[in-house]
């Protein structure tokens, strides 16, 4: 009992504190055999047990003691709170109030115990003094985590897409849109950053020029820095996710914008105006138009964000320290690769149709007329047929052309990238079809103008043929001298005449095989022209024999006209001989009357000059 009442006037004799050295950590210095002998005369009590006069006596302050260990757990706990939460950048502008706190609780850790007067009056004052520290430090910790919490909302990419392919203005005009409500939504935020900072100021009650509080605001402005730094990376990590192949690839992504690859008239280099094969809008940047232009935009708009509000130690912004970022370095020259070669990929495929070039550069008139005076066939009458099969390699070819083209895929995914080549496709067939389509009325051409021309021919022969030539005379010699001239005309066209009609009716079938899938006009589709009053086949089908009918006729008619074109002919000669001998007469008589000397007068001169000359006339 006497040890025990010793050793519990020893513990009661403790100071109310003690302190780490260490970490400066306090905690309430109530020995827990004090609590255990309070605890255990407290069952005695209950029980009727008898309680020594000493233990009583402890015992009756046991509600003092509950208060006042109660309140120091809650000054220890503040304190240990603040210094185990305190920042190395913060804890010098708390100093001052843990400063002010330790002088006041140095009572509590060297002079007073728990037999001291005036311990409530200690606790209330040290209890102020830390509550003011711990306000302090609450509205620092509060103010950081609005700041921190602020700037890591802002970590969300700066860039949306759609689950399709969209063209480059209208993602141009939905990204400006969404950009200015994120960069409205961050920058209402820096104003709050701002307001934030300035309360803990207040609060501090600190200098703005003290070097402790220009090092808590440094702090304060790398942790937006880091904050709008991550925006920045995690905008163009999206980016990079979205225009990399091989993501591309494993998450089965459509490509974000459509382009159109066409056939453009542009002025080049040179300032010469020329067909051109171009994307729409072109790939590099191009005054704000290109799709690289584009690309930059996004960019800048993730960039940009370190503009939208000032910085915490001076009048800037943070976009030097968004360039100089090491992470936003890489990732801008990842993403800048990644768009070069997807750009080299689409060049590719430009070229592939640049390789058509030829059907729109080449002068389809030149090309053509130079072709034509080579693709001809002289015949053993020296007639000139087209060469059928050279034009059938051409039309067979420029067909090829242009269903190999209409083959090609449309649209084409390239990377992030969808290129619509429907329009190329349209022009470089059309091209096709000019190629297909001159080949094609030319031979038209060549079969109406041959078949035309002879239809006419047979028609004006068979009508000169039906002239009446009267055997004695009396009709003249004219209709016989027609009548002659159409037969010479028949004899010369009869070889000529039957070595064209096999190779009409072949240019006819090659014109059919190829009429259905050219773009001809009406008037040169030869199933709807006519010669007379008959379609082109019928007509070359009913010619051979028309024109064996005219040469029949016409060897008729010779031999009907033969005896009086020989009457002809000696007359003929009978005026032939005539003729000769008043030449000779004439001849021999101007020879010796002629005036070649003259002995009169000039006026006898001239006369016999007129005289020679009116007979030489007549």
């Not at 609590?35 to 006596?57: H, Q």
């Not at 009756?60 to 190395?88: C, H, Y």
Request: proline share 4%.
């Amino acid at each position: 009992s006497r040890d025990v009442e010793q050793s519990s006037q020893s513990k009661l004799k403790l100071p109310l504190l003690v302190r780490n050295p260490d970490t400066r950590l306090l905690g309430v210095n109530f020995d827990p055999a004090l609590v255990r002998l309070l605890r255990e005369v407290k069952y005695f009590l209950l029980l009727g047990l008898a309680v020594p006069e000493s233990a009583l006596e402890i015992y009756k302050q046991v509600e003092t003691f509950r208060r006042w260990t109660g309140n120091l757990d809650l000054i220890v706990n503040m304190n240990n709170d603040v210094l185990s939460a305190v920042l190395p950048v913060e804890k010098p502008l708390v100093m001052p109030y843990l400063t002010k706190f330790d002088f006041a609780v140095e009572k509590g850790l060297t002079v007073l115990n728990w037999k001291s007067a005036n311990i409530t009056e200690f606790i209330g004052d040290v209890m102020e003094s830390v509550k003011v520290v711990s306000s302090v430090n609450q509205t620092m910790k509060h103010n950081f985590e609005y700041v921190q919490q602020t700037i890591n909302s802002y970590n969300k990419p700066l860039l949306a897409r759609k689950p399709k392919p969209v063209v480059k203005d209208e993602f141009d005009r939905e990204h400006k849109n969404m950009i200015k409500e994120r960069y409205a939504e961050i920058k209402d935020g820096g104003k709050h950053i701002h307001n934030m900072v300035k309360e803990t100021n207040k609060v501090l009650r600190v200098s703005n020029a003290s070097a402790d509080w220009r090092a808590y605001v440094d702090f304060i402005n790398n942790v937006v820095v880091s904050g709008l730094a991550n925006c920045v990376n995690s905008s163009l990590e999206y980016l990079l996710d979205q225009i990399d192949p091989a993501v591309i690839a494993k998450e089965e992504k459509n490509p974000m914008v459509e382009i159109k690859l066409e056939l453009v008239n542009a002025r080049g280099d040179d300032d010469v105006r020329r067909e051109e094969v171009r994307f729409l809008p072109g790939l590099m940047e191009a005054d704000g138009k290109g799709v690289r232009d584009l690309v930059n935009t996004w960019i800048g708009s993730f960039l940009n964000v370190a503009t939208v509000f000032r910085r915490l130690d001076n009048e800037g912004t943070y976009l030097r320290e968004m360039h100089t970022d090491q992470g936003v370095c890489i990732l801008l020259a990842v993403i800048n690769e990644t768009l070069q070669n997807n750009e080299d990929k689409c060049v590719e495929l430009k070229k592939s149709y640049e390789d058509y070039s030829y059907l729109w550069e080449t002068d389809i008139t030149k090309a053509f007329e130079a072709f034509k005076a080579d693709a001809v066939i002289i015949t053993e009458n020296k007639q000139s047929l087209l060469d059928l099969d050279r034009y059938a390699a051409e039309i067979k070819k420029y067909e090829s052309v242009r269903d190999t083209i209409s083959k090609l895929p449309s649209p084409m995914d390239i990377g992030w990238l969808r290129v619509n080549t429907q329009p190329i496709k349209s022009q470089l067939t059309t091209w096709a079809s000019k190629w297909v389509s001159v080949f094609m009325e030319h031979l038209h051409f060549t079969v109406v103008d041959k078949l035309g021309t002879l239809h006419t021919f047979m028609g004006q022969v068979s009508q000169g043929l039906d002239r009446e030539v009267l055997e004695d005379g009396s009709s003249g010699e004219e209709p016989l001298r027609m009548v002659m001239e159409d037969i010479r005309d028949v004899r010369m066209a009869v070889e000529v005449t039957n070595e064209m009609f096999e190779p009409l009716q072949k240019a006819i079938n090659l014109i059919k095989a190829h009429q259905n899938s050219s773009q001809v006009s009406k008037e040169h589709d030869i199933f709807l022209v006519k010669i007379g009053d008959k379609n082109v086949q019928d007509c070359l089908d009913e010619a051979p024999m028309a024109w064996e009918s005219v040469v029949k006729k016409t060897f008729g008619k010779k031999e009907e006209i033969m005896p009086i074109q020989m009457k002809e002919v000696e007359k003929l000669k009978e005026n032939l001989e005539a003729f000769f001998l008043q030449m000779r007469t004439f001849r021999n008589t101007f020879r010796k009357e002629a005036p070649f000397t003259f002995d009169g007068s000039p006026d006898a001169a001239y006369k016999s000059l007129d005289t020679h000359a009116k007979e030489l006339i007549t």
